[in-house]
């Protein structure tokens, strides 16, 4: 089951499209529109692939589909450079699961079952937090690594970095508080909502990714053993 969330002509709507659940896509499609987001479906993964944009402001990707899984699904719209929100759907509820769907770019895991009420609120936490990083619109540099907010775009040495929300948040995070040592509990404070429920680990992914891309700089993310990380240039 694959959905996606877009952007309508008018605002900040969305779209969502899926899948091979036709009672889950009902219910979905049902209180998404009441909840004032505009609706499309894809029925399995190669359709969502086809129909994937750089618009779209949330996607909600199945982990169980037809053809290629969610998980696919995701590292093909990661390896686009799209650095769209990505929400799993699964009814899997082992570590191993949500770890690879943090490995591949996933944003959020939500398990079934769930609320809609949940989802809808976790679209909108999400949605808040990327207008919220946006809105200050602020280009922050350390020697040859720069982020702008704005445009959630990462640069280092004049090339971008292909960073999903999560990993990009957290960066920005580090940089705008540089040499501050944060434990990995407040790390998940700071960079998932407080409702949302991830592992330690999770944090310890997201750091792995963002160091193997930032290649001979990836020591400016610092693991202090015992304690938690910090973002420590060397000028």
């Given at each position: 089951?694959?959905?996606?969330?877009?952007?309508?002509?008018?605002?900040?709507?969305?779209?969502?499209?899926?899948?091979?659940?036709?009672?889950?896509?009902?219910?979905?499609?049902?209180?998404?529109?009441?909840?004032?987001?505009?609706?499309?479906?894809?029925?399995?993964?190669?359709?969502?692939?086809?129909?994937?944009?750089?618009?779209?402001?949330?996607?909600?990707?199945?982990?169980?589909?037809?053809?290629r899984d969610?998980?696919?699904?995701?590292?093909?719209?990661?390896?686009?450079?799209?650095?769209?929100?990505?929400?799993?759907?699964?009814?899997?509820?082992?570590?191993?699961?949500?770890?690879?769907g943090l490995?591949?770019?996933?944003?959020?895991?939500?398990?079934?079952?769930?609320?809609?009420?949940?989802?809808?609120?976790?679209?909108?936490?999400?949605?808040?937090?990327?207008?919220?990083?946006?809105?200050?619109?602020?280009?922050?540099?350390?020697?040859?690594?720069?982020?702008?907010?704005?445009?959630?775009?990462?640069?280092?040495?004049?090339?971008?970095?292909?960073?999903?929300?999560?990993?990009?948040?957290?960066?920005?995070?580090?940089?705008?508080?540089?040499?501050?040592?944060?434990?990995?509990?407040?790390?998940?404070s700071r960079?998932?909502?407080?409702?949302?429920?991830?592992?330690?680990?999770?944090?310890?992914?997201?750091?792995?990714?963002?160091?193997?891309?930032?290649?001979?700089?990836?020591?400016?993310?610092?693991?202090?053993?015992?304690?938690?990380?910090?973002?420590?240039?060397?000028?």
């Open positions: 089951t694959a959905y996606e969330i877009m952007p309508s002509l008018v605002g900040s709507e969305m779209c969502i499209r899926d899948s091979d659940e036709p009672d889950i896509r009902e219910i979905l499609r049902y209180n998404l529109e009441k909840a004032g987001f505009n609706i499309t479906e894809a029925v399995n993964g190669d359709d969502a692939l086809d129909k994937v944009s750089k618009d779209l402001d949330l996607a909600i990707l199945d982990i169980m589909m037809p053809g969610g998980y696919e699904v995701c590292r093909k719209i990661r390896e686009q450079g799209n650095t769209v929100p990505i929400v799993f759907l699964t009814a899997m509820d082992r570590e191993f699961d949500e770890v690879r490995e591949v770019g996933g944003d959020d895991y939500v398990r079934k079952p769930f609320s809609p009420r949940m989802l809808i609120a976790r679209i909108n936490a999400i949605l808040r937090r990327v207008d919220q990083i946006s809105s200050k619109g602020t280009s922050i540099s350390f020697g040859d690594l720069e982020i702008n907010t704005l445009t959630y775009i990462a640069k280092l040495e004049g090339n971008e970095l292909h960073l999903p929300r999560k990993e990009f948040e957290l960066l920005a995070f580090f940089m705008n508080q540089p040499n501050i040592i944060f434990s990995r509990e407040e790390l998940l960079i998932w909502e407080e409702d949302v429920f991830v592992v330690d680990r999770t944090i310890d992914v997201h750091i792995n990714r963002i160091r193997s891309k930032l290649g001979i700089y990836k020591n400016w993310i610092e693991t202090v053993k015992g304690v938690g990380y910090r973002f420590r240039p060397k000028q």
